[in-house]
């Protein structure tokens, strides 16, 4: 593994970004409610490749009712592509799931400093109330469906009452008021470790102290998404992370401790009984969060940098920003549980299904060849196991399949699956993230499949590779239209093969297929009937 050397804060970040050419700045002017969001969506509605993707930076921010911001926008700034994730760690994209699986072994304890450039401006009393949360450019993620601007970007700070620990969650906040936010901090199983915090806060008749981090190192902001153990203190996470301790401060008007290069912070307490109705907003799997009760946050100060830069996250229908981030986090630490916690010998990758489907509901699990079956289902178990609203489905395919190409994954179910004996259905599995409309959610179940090779196969009916990268070159040299391989785009054996017949196709190339013919000839045989294998025949 190479060397971390991660940014320190969101804007050190940005410049590496823009020195490696990755960074669109638009500065026309963009209404933050209506355009801005759209613009940077269509990156991932419009079908760009990973490495063709930005971050956006967005200079001349305006609103709908004709605000105009001094506060420039990032978007996409995060994980529009894992190379722009890969950044943020200092480190290739084939060593993120490296520094994750280390990082979560080897936490890095915060060093506590006395003051940060997170408090540089400090907006407490009567100046919440008269400019606050209004004065920050915060998008509109979906206009025309959510039902106010979203703090999206964000890591909420709670502490434990009992063990003081602290937790750093990715949780949406809807502006409310200049000094109020909707925060909506997930209570399903399995689900946000703030909502925990609140419980505990509720039987204590206490306010929830809340910090809203908007914008920090992203080795930090990376924590907050990633589902790590409860009572884990993401804050040493991340100084794993980022190859060094986090600088923390004193928050100023809550007992919480907070990254001191943050661009903002929002400080406030929350309320233990009253809840107030938040959304629709879209969400992350794909379809409107509708109105409902979440909690009501009273935000006691806004502090930030003097330069500063606001941070805002593409979520809702995936492939998105927010998928990119957790899928080159989340595939390594299921490769690593698998692998390593379980010990299964033969697993070679676990890819999660992103486009329209979120990631948790399919999973993929490729194997080597010749993994005994025990251990393909041993692992399909602990894939569908490991977190409980990840891996609905869970498919299981040889080395040859790439789960990426979903044609070669239908292939694979096709011919290398019975489904009397190689699908398994579990019940009582919780729903997970999705939509809930009345009666929606609750119980659902999971279905595991082996779609692995389980006996020798005739070869891939398609010109071996020598003859296919050959035609390409000709295809090349002939300007015709760009082409993408995709798997499997040559022949290759599958284990049902005979030496003798490498000698036919020889031939054939050569222009020689008449001796084939004159041998086939001298082999006729009486008594069978068409299509008999000749190998079941003896000489």
């Given amino acids: ?120 401006i400090v907006e407490t009393g009567d100046d919440l109330k008269r400019s606050g949360l209004a004065s920050l450019p915060v998008p509109i993620s979906t206009p025309g469906f959510d039902s106010a601007p979203y703090l999206t970007a964000t890591l909420c700070v709670t502490k434990d009452p009992d063990s003081s620990i602290q937790n750093m969650g990715t949780y949406r906040a809807a502006l409310k008021a200049n000094d109020r936010l909707g925060v909506r901090m997930a209570s399903r199983l399995s689900g946000a470790g703030g909502y925990l915090h ?20 992203p080795a930090v902001l990376f924590t907050g998404p990633q589902k790590l153990a409860i009572d884990v203190d993401e804050m040493a996470v991340a100084g794993a992370l980022a190859g060094a301790p986090i600088r923390t401060v004193k928050a100023l008007t809550v007992d919480l401790d ?28 794909g379809h409107v969060a509708l109105e409902a009760y979440n909690m ?44 390593d916690t379980l010990a299964i010998k033969g697993v070679r990758r676990v890819v999660m299904h992103e486009t329209l489907s979120n990631l948790r509901k399919i999973l993929f699990v490729q194997f080597a060849p010749g993994v005994p079956r025990t251990e393909i289902w041993r692992a399909l178990h602990g894939a569908a196991t490991l977190q409980a609203d990840i891996g609905k489905y869970v498919i299981g395919v040889s080395e040859d399949i790439d789960p990426d190409n979903l044609d070669a994954v239908f292939w694979s179910l096709a011919y290398r699956s019975n489904p009397i004996e190689d699908v398994h259905i579990a019940p009582y599995r919780s729903a997970g993230h999705g939509p809930k409309s009345e009666g929606g959610g609750g119980v659902e179940s999971t279905m595991l499949i082996d779609a692995t090779q389980k006996t020798p196969d005739p070869p891939i009916s398609l010109p071996k590779r020598e003859f296919m990268e050959r035609a390409r070159a000709i295809w090349e040299e002939l300007k015709l239209p760009p082409i993408t391989a995709r798997q499997p785009w040559h022949g290759y054996s599958l284990g049902d093969w005979d030496a003798v017949w490498d000698t036919f196709a020889e031939r054939a190339v050569a222009g020689q297929w008449e001796q084939t013919g004159r041998e086939s000839f001298a082999r006729r045989r009486p008594g069978l009937t068409p299509e008999t294998p000749v190998k079941s025949v003896d000489d």
């Avoid at 050397?5 to 963009?30: C, F, M, W, Y």
């Avoid at 609140?198 to 190192?217: D, F, H, N, S």
């Avoid at 006691?300 to 830069?309: C, D, E, G, L």
Wanted: aromatic share 6%.
């Fill in 1 to 120: 593994m190479s060397k971390q050397n991660a940014p320190s804060d969101l804007q050190e970040h940005l410049a590496r970004l823009t020195e490696r050419g990755l960074v669109t700045v638009i500065g026309k002017p963009i209404n933050k409610d209506t355009e801005l969001h759209p613009l940077a969506r269509w990156q991932f509605q419009g079908g760009l490749r990973d490495e063709e993707r930005r971050a956006f930076l967005f200079t001349n921010v305006v609103g709908a009712k004709g605000e105009k911001y001094d506060i420039p926008v990032l978007v996409g700034g995060l994980a529009a592509s894992p190379e722009i994730y890969a950044a943020g760690l200092g480190v290739p994209v084939g060593d993120i799931g490296k520094v994750w699986v280390k990082a979560m072994a080897e936490p890095v304890q915060p060093v506590l400093v006395n003051d940060g450039p997170c408090q540089q």
């Fill in 198 to 217: 609140w419980q505990k806060y509720k039987k204590l008749k206490r306010e929830m102290p809340c910090a809203i981090v908007v914008g920090c190192a």
């Fill in 258 to 285: 907070l990254p001191a290069n943050a661009e903002f912070v929002v400080e406030g307490v929350i309320d233990p009984e009253l809840l107030e109705p938040e959304g629709p907003f879209g969400e992350s799997h």
């Fill in 296 to 339: 009501s946050m009273q935000v006691t100060a806004i502090t930030h940098k003097r330069n500063r830069v606001w941070l805002s996250i593409l979520s809702e229908v995936t492939p998105s920003e927010s998928s990119v981030m957790k899928r080159v986090a989340y595939e390594p630490r299921y490769l690593a549980h698998l692998r």
